[in-house]
């Protein structure tokens, strides 16, 4: 297809988005017809713009593809989800069982001691918790009346806490006890409510927790009032005002990781969170009203309040939840409560599989196991997948993907038929997605042209930034609207896309395939890129390897440029020795040409970890002792030309 011809064919498509609800309509007849042609049931040539083809539309059945999200605010759709479902246990809390009654009657307890605080509609709270079954609460009462939720990192300093209450406004500050001291000393002029880790642990443990932290983290001041003290407060509210469903009103403020600069808050609106729970509830993903979810996740990223919380619990699931769980306990839980449902990241599956409790496990009982967040290399998917078979687990590991921006599970494999290793999955329903050239702009065609260097046919798949639209895609950042034109953007037709940030590609399947960060692309010395996640992927199915990264190292020698490194954890540290060395060297060479893969490789037993368990690379870069000892101009032969330009002088070792 001609670009001109794709530009009249997306205008025409453009009218489909429209609100009214005869092109509503339209929209689905069209994506039916398109399921059809990639099921190979009509006859259809494609395009090559996945954006047109949507081949991923064949692992959703038609029932699936007819589905509308509902317009009911976030509380509603959990509500409604579970009418007939109130006695069923909502939360696991530590020994703490809470059913879906009582959590409703806590949340409405909740919005009436927050009316009582005069919060109102469009109201900003600033949230310092983990995921106890208060924040719940607390959260779903704030969208009941129409108030927003301001999550911000535990670990952040108070300096950056006072930032993040000041620009949102807020008059009041939730606050896990175990940063209370902090929270206080950074505000003045504000309610602060204690919820405490304990106001819903069995009576044991909260009396065990409550005297270590009497001890440890006592606090005082006019300023601080007790959970139980706020509830009462709304004792006497005997109305409740409702507000009222808008698409593009906000639910919460997340915030992004802060790998390029200061965390921006992501607006993550009532339809993007209903979206997710939408496109899960209608896809191949087993699932029951009563399954077990384990929940690690904090509610200050996307993936913990969407997925973590409104997901599971707009599925009828038992959300348990674990603040602080150790690792190495995930096999014990798994033993004693046969959770259906979990999301994780590569870290926490290594405990699983080398758990001595679950050798000869019957494991049957696992219906969708995800892991997101970091990296995979191929060899641990097949790994995991294996340990998976091995113990009767009918289901493949469910990898995905997603940003804060696109309010955070965006692709993943929905089923068995649909995995492939390596890829992240295919897009959920609601989500759409093209390849842009990150120089030009352009977007990528996948049409099979001839390669003028060699003749040959091109692949399907080309790679190029990712940009992904839909019902998905976040409100803006929070008062920064220079940011956010930086990352939404809009075609001819006024479609908004989130430029993601990571390069790939998407094959003729439908499926997602991300080589890595474009922010993170290592730039030698002679200005070529390289893909570390690309690299690291490869390295990974060698028979001899553990675990590897890939990273850009600053050479003692050169001033411009990374040197590609590869830190390798081995199977048997005993082959960790010059000649390995070489060997990986020489054999990536099977896999891509010299000037795409690492010029050195790096022996470890261990890599730093950040705090949710992804690999550390910021740290392994940044660390003295990791500057390169490779001049590149000796390695590429150049070294003389190099000298001839500096005047013959050699080249001098870098200094810090």
Not at 203 to 232: E, H, M, P
Not at 511 to 529: E, T
Not at 623 to 652: C, H, M, P, Q
Request: aromatic fraction near 10%; include cysteine; charge should be negative.
């Amino acid at each position: 297809m001609k670009k001109e011809d794709k530009i009249k064919y997306e205008a025409q498509i453009a009218k489909l988005d429209e609100i009214e609800e005869i092109n509503a309509i339209k929209q689905k007849l069209r994506n039916i017809h398109l399921r059809s042609i990639a099921k190979g049931e009509t006859f259809g040539p494609p395009t090559y713009y996945p954006d047109l083809d949507k081949p991923w539309l064949k692992y959703y059945s038609e029932d699936n593809l007819m589905v509308d999200v509902p317009d009911v605010i976030p509380y509603d759709y959990m509500a409604i989800m579970n009418a007939d479902n109130f006695d069923s246990k909502a939360i696991y809390y530590m020994g703490t069982e809470i059913t879906y009654m009582e959590m409703l009657v806590n949340i409405r307890m909740c919005a009436k001691a927050f009316a009582s605080l005069g919060v109102k509609e469009g109201d900003i709270v600033t949230f310092c918790t983990p995921t106890t079954p208060e924040t719940i609460y607390m959260f779903y009462a704030l969208n009941y009346l129409g108030a927003i939720g301001n999550f911000v990192d535990l670990r952040t300093n108070k300096e950056r806490i006072a930032e993040y209450i000041d620009k949102a406004d807020s008059k009041i500050v939730v606050a896990n006890d175990n940063v209370l001291k902090k929270v206080n000393g950074c505000v003045s002029g504000k309610t602060i409510i204690n919820s405490s880790t304990a106001i819903s642990l069995p009576a044991v443990k909260k009396q065990l927790y409550t005297i270590k932290k009497y001890k440890d983290n006592r606090c005082k001041s006019d300023a601080i009032i007790s959970y139980n003290d706020f509830i009462k407060q709304g004792e006497n509210v005997e109305e409740l005002i409702k507000t009222e469903y808008s698409p593009d009103k906000i639910a919460a403020i997340v915030y992004t990781g802060g790998t390029t600069g200061v965390p921006k808050g992501a607006k993550i609106t009532y339809k993007a969170m209903n979206s997710v729970v939408t496109s899960y509830r209608n896809s191949a993903f087993k699932r029951e009203v009563g399954d077990k979810f384990i929940d690690i996740m904090p509610p200050f990223i996307a993936y913990g309040l969407v997925a973590g919380i409104h997901l599971p619990l707009c599925c009828g699931f038992e959300d348990m939840i674990y603040p602080l769980l150790n690792p190495k306990d995930l096999g014990e839980i798994m033993l004693e409560y046969k959770p259906a449902h979990f999301i994780g990241v590569p870290t926490h599956f290594d405990y699983i599989m080398n758990d001595p409790r679950l050798e000869g496990a019957d494991l049957s009982f696992i219906k969708n196991y995800g892991l997101g967040g970091d990296s995979l290399n191929p060899n641990k998917e097949e790994e995991i997948n294996k340990f998976l078979k091995e113990h009767n687990s009918q289901t493949l590991l469910r990898v995905g993907y997603g940003m804060t921006e696109n309010s955070a599970p965006t692709v993943t494999n929905v089923s068995n038929e649909c995995t492939k290793i390596s890829s992240v999955g295919v897009f959920l329903l609601g989500n759409n997605a093209k390849v842009v050239d990150p120089e030009t702009g352009e977007e990528i065609t996948n049409q099979k042209l001839i390669n003028p260097e060699t003749g040959k046919q091109l692949p399907y798949s080309q790679s190029g930034e990712i940009y992904i639209t839909g019902n998905q895609i976040m409100g803006g950042y929070f008062k920064n609207d220079e940011e956010t034109k930086k990352v939404i953007v809009k075609d001819e037709n006024g479609r908004q896309w989130i430029k993601t940030g990571d390069y790939g590609y998407i094959d003729d399947d439908g499926n997602l395939f991300i080589k890595g960060r474009l922010k993170k692309v290592i730039i030698r010395p002679d200005g070529h890129n390289v893909y570390p996640n690309y690299v690291a992927a490869v390295i990974s199915k060698y028979d001899i390897i553990q675990n590897v990264c890939v990273v850009g190292l600053e050479s003692i020698y050169n001033y411009n440029g990374t040197i590609p490194t590869a830190y390798v954890i081995l199977k048997d540290k005993s082959l960790a020795t010059e000649e390995t060395k070489q060997w990986i060297l020489q054999k990536q060479l099977e896999n891509f040409p010299e000037r795409d893969g690492v010029l050195d490789v790096r022996f470890v037993d261990e890599f730093p970890l950040t705090p949710v368990g992804k690999i550390d690379v910021d740290r392994i870069v940044r660390e003295e002792t990791r500057l390169s000892d490779i001049d590149f101009e000796t390695l590429s032969k150049t070294k003389s030309n190099a000298e001839n330009k500096l005047d013959g002088n050699k080249v001098k070792k870098k200094t810090r």
